[in-house]
C-alpha cells in the first residue's frame, strides 16, 4: 500500500480511497498516488474490467496439477495456524487459483479452483503484481480495482520452480483490512510458507532437472553469463539477462529444444539444425567438458544452492559435450558456447554460456559507435543498442525505437538519419497532434516515388486515428519507406495502432533506461555541463555527487539527468566540484540503510518526490502528501533522509 502516514494510517487510506473514486469517475486520480498504482488501475480500465464485479470470474481448471501435489502438505500444515479471518490461497503461474483454506477469500465460494485472478479478469491484486514483478507484493483495501477487495489486504509472494526462470505460481495471504496498520501481518506466513513449497518442488524435481539445475549453478559460481535450457524451461543468471534480447533468448530456446529432439541422431545430427537457430548470446567462461562432470563439480561449486533433501542427489549427468560456438546476430559481435548435458545416453538440455567478445568484433563496435555523431556513452548496454540499430538502419526500411521517457530516442534517430546520409528529416510529433502532417508526408512519399525527405515520427504511441490508417496504407504499397518512429510503451493502444506498431517491431531496436547505463553517467555529465558562462570556472563534480548520481534510480532517464545539471549550474554559487549537499534533495538521499518491504518503499518514494516537486520545501511536501510537519519529519529520521 502507498501509505502516506502510518499514525494513524486512516488519512492515507482515505486519500487513496478518494483518489480511486476520482479516478472511477473519469477524473485524474490526482498527486498522491503513485504512478504504478495510476498505471495498474489503468490496465484495468482497458481491459475492460467492471468494478462492480460481484465475483472473479471462473476458467477451466487445470487437471492435477504438480505445483498443488507440492505445496498441498505445507498449505494443509499452515492453514489451520490462521487467525483473525485470515486465509491462505495458492495459484498458479496464470494466475489460476488451484486451493484455498482458512478464512474465505473475500468473494469467491470455498471451492475456488478455477477462479481467474489476472489483471485482465479483476484488475489490480497482489497474486498478478508478485508474478508480474516476481517479487512480494502487497495490495490493500483501495488499492484494489473491484469494489469487493476494498476491506481486503493481501500480501502474495512467488514460487519459483527448481528449473524456472520464472514463477510458477504465488501463495497469497488475505486478511480483512486494517485501518491502524501499515504492514501486513500475514507477511511473514507467506514468506515462510512458500520457502517450505519450492522446497518440496526441489525434493520432487526429476533428476534430468536437477543436473540441469546443478549445471546452471556450477557455470555460474565465478559470475558467468550462463543460460540452461531444456527446451521446455529455462534459466537465465543477471547477467546473460543484460546482454541478451529476448529474440536471442527464443533462439537459445529453439536451439536447446532442437538438441533434445534430434539427440538420437548423433551429435554431428545435433548441430546441423537450422542456421537461424544457432544464433545465441555472447558468452562467458566455460568450463572444459572434464570439470563440468561429475557429481562432486556440481556439488562444489555452489552446496548451499545445489544441496537438496536426502537422495535429491539420485543421478549424475554422463557428459557435458564438447561445447559449439556461434555468433549472435545482434549482439555486435558476441559468441555463445552452447553445450549439450547428457544423461543416461541422452540429451537432457544445454547450458550456454556468454563467451567475451572477439577483439575485432569489438573494434568493430566502436567503429560502429564513433560513426553516429551526438551520441555519449561507452557502457555495454548502450554500445549493443547503438550497433545493433547502426546494423539496422543500413537499409531505407522503417525502423521503430522504443524505450521509456527521456532515454535518448529523438537523438539515436537523428543520428541513424544521418548515417544514411539523406536529406534532413521531416520531424513530426505526434504528441503536438499537428492534424495532416503525417497523411501530408505519406502523400508526398507515394507521388515522389522517394523524393519526400525521411520521417522522424516521436511518440508513435499518441498517432491519431487518420494518421495510423495513412501508414498503414503506405507500408502496404511500399513497405521500404524512410520511416523511423519512436514509441514509449505503457499507453494503451487501439487495433490499428497496434497493427502498426507490429509491423514497425519486426525491425525494432529497445534502447535501455539509465538504471542500466549508470556507467555512461560521467561521460553524460561532461556532455551535458558544455561550456560555462564568461567568467566562471567549468563545472565538475566530487565523488560524492557522482556516486550519488550513479545510486539514483532515475526514471525521467537521460532527460533528467539533463535537467538536474541544468538546474545545478543555475542554482551554483560555490566554487569547487559539486558536493552531495548541493544536489537535489532526492538525488542526495542515500540509499536506504535497512531493507523495506514494499509498502515503506512506495511510501519513500512517494515522500522523496513531493519533496522534489516542492523544491525541497518540506511544509509544502507535507501539505500535498495529507501529512503535518512533524510526521514528514519522523519519517525522514526513520527511512533515514533526515541527514540529506
Keep these: 500500500m502507498t501509505s502516506i502516514d502510518d499514525t494513524p494510517a486512516g488519512p492515507a487510506l482515505s486519500s487513496l480511497r478518494r483518489a480511486r473514486d476520482r479516478f472511477l469517475g473519469g477524473r485524474p486520480p490526482g498527486d498522491g498516488v503513485p504512478e504504478d498504482l495510476a498505471q495498474a488501475w489503468r490496465r484495468a480500465r482497458f481491459f475492460g474490467v467492471p468494478r462492480d464485479l460481484t465475483a472473479p470470474p471462473r476458467v477451466r481448471p487445470p487437471v492435477g496439477p504438480p505445483l498443488l501435489a507440492a505445496a498441498r502438505p505445507a498449505l494443509d500444515r499452515v492453514a489451520p495456524t490462521l487467525s483473525g479471518g485470515m486465509g ?131 557455470q555460474r559460481a565465478d559470475g558467468a553469463a550462463v543460460v540452461a535450457l531444456d527446451g521446455s524451461s529455462r534459466l537465465v543468471s ?9 529474440e536471442t533468448l527464443t533462439r537459445l530456446e529453439r536451439r536447446a529444444t532442437a538438441l533434445v529432439r534430434d539427440a538420437d541422431t548423433g551429435p554431428e545430427g545435433a548441430r546441423a539444425g537450422a542456421p537461424e537457430e544457432n544464433a545465441g548470446p555472447e558468452g562467458a567462461r566455460t568450463g572444459t567438458p572434464e570439470e ?131 536529406t534532413a528529416p521531416h520531424v513530426v510529433d505526434a504528441a503536438e497532434q499537428v492534424p495532416g502532417e503525417v497523411p501530408r508526408w505519406c502523400h508526398a512519399l507515394a507521388e515522389g516515388q522517394g523524393g519526400a525527405a525521411p520521417l ?33 510503451p505503457g499507453a494503451p493502444t487501439g487495433p490499428c495502432l497496434s497493427r502498426l506498431l507490429d509491423i514497425l517491431s519486426a525491425r525494432s531496436v529497445a534502447l535501455p533506461p539509465l538504471r542500466e547505463r549508470v556507467d555512461d553517467i560521467p561521460a553524460l555529465l561532461t556532455a551535458f555541463t558544455g561550456h ?33 545539471v541544468r538546474e545545478v549550474a543555475e542554482r551554483r554559487r560555490a566554487t569547487g566540484p559539486v558536493r552531495r549537499e548541493e544536489l537535489p534533495y532526492g538525488l542526495r538521499v542515500p540509499p536506504a540503510t535497512r531493507r523495506l518491504s514494499g509498502m515503506e518503499r512506495a511510501e519513500r518514494t512517494a515522500i522523496l518526490e513531493a519533496l522534489r516537486r516542492h523544491g525541497d520545501n518540506k511544509a509544502r511536501a507535507a501539505e500535498s502528501l495529507g501529512i503535518g510537519r512533524a510526521t514528514l519529519y519522523r519519517k525522514l529520521r526513520a527511512y533515514g533522509m533526515d541527514q540529506a
Design 88 to 218: 491462505l490461497v495458492l495459484v498458479d503461474s496464470r494466475c489460476r487459483a488451484l486451493w484455498s483454506g482458512g478464512g474465505r477469500y473475500a468473494g469467491t465460494s470455498a471451492d475456488v479452483a478455477g477462479v481467474d485472478l489476472s489483471e485482465k479478469a479483476v484488475g489490480h491484486n497482489s497474486a498478478a503484481l508478485a508474478l508480474r514483478t516476481g517479487r512480494r507484493a502487497e495490495v490493500h483495501g483501495p488499492e484494489h480495482f473491484l469494489d469487493l477487495w476494498q476491506e481486503v489486504s493481501a500480501v502474495s509472494v512467488p514460487l519459483y520452480e527448481p528449473a524456472a526462470g520464472r514463477p510458477a505460481g504465488a501463495v497469497t495471504v488475505v486478511a480483512p483490512l486494517a485501518e491502524d496498520r501499515t504492514a501486513h501481518p500475514g507477511a511473514a506466513i507467506a514468506e515462510a510458507t512458500a520457502h517450505a513449497v519450492e522446497t518440496e518442488l526441489l525434493g520432487r524435481a526429476r533428476p534430468p532437472e536437477r543436473l540441469l539445475l546443478d549445471a546452471y549453478l556450477r
Design 238 to 246: 543477471p547477467e546473460a539477462a543484460r546482454l541478451l534480447s529476448h
Design 292 to 422: 563440468n562432470t561429475g557429481p562432486e563439480g556440481a556439488r562444489s561449486a555452489a552446496p548451499e544452492e545445489s544441496a537438496g533433501p536426502e537422495g535429491a542427489h539420485t543421478a549424475t549427468p554422463e557428459a557435458i559435450a564438447a561445447p559449439e560456438e556461434f555468433a549472435v546476430p545482434d549482439g555486435a559481435g558476441l559468441t555463445v558456447r552452447m553445450s549439450r548435458l547428457t544423461h543416461g545416453g541422452e540429451v537432457i538440455g544445454a547450458v550456454a554460456t556468454v563467451c567475451p567478445a572477439a577483439r575485432r568484433a569489438r573494434a568493430a563496435e566502436r567503429h560502429g559507435h564513433d560513426r553516429l555523431p551526438g551520441l555519449v556513452g561507452t557502457s555495454r548496454p548502450w554500445r549493443l543498442t547503438v550497433s545493433g540499430a547502426t546494423e539496422l538502419a543500413r537499409s531505407a526500411e522503417p525502423l521503430l525505437l522504443i524505450g521509456e521517457a527521456g532515454v535518448g530516442k529523438t537523438a539515436l534517430a537523428r543520428a541513424l538519419l544521418t548515417l544514411r546520409g539523406s
Design 456 to 488: 522522424l515520427l516521436r511518440h508513435a504511441e499518441r498517432l491519431g486515428q487518420s494518421d495510423v490508417a495513412a501508414l498503414l496504407s503506405l507500408l502496404e504499397r511500399r513497405p521500404a519507406v524512410p520511416l523511423v518512429a519512436t514509441h514509449t
Design 532 to 564: 560555462p558562462s564568461p567568467g566562471r570556472p567549468p563545472l565538475t563534480w566530487s565523488l560524492d555527487a557522482r556516486r550519488a548520481l550513479e545510486q539514483h534510480t532515475w526514471p525521467g532517464n537521460v532527460a533528467e539527468l539533463a535537467h538536474v
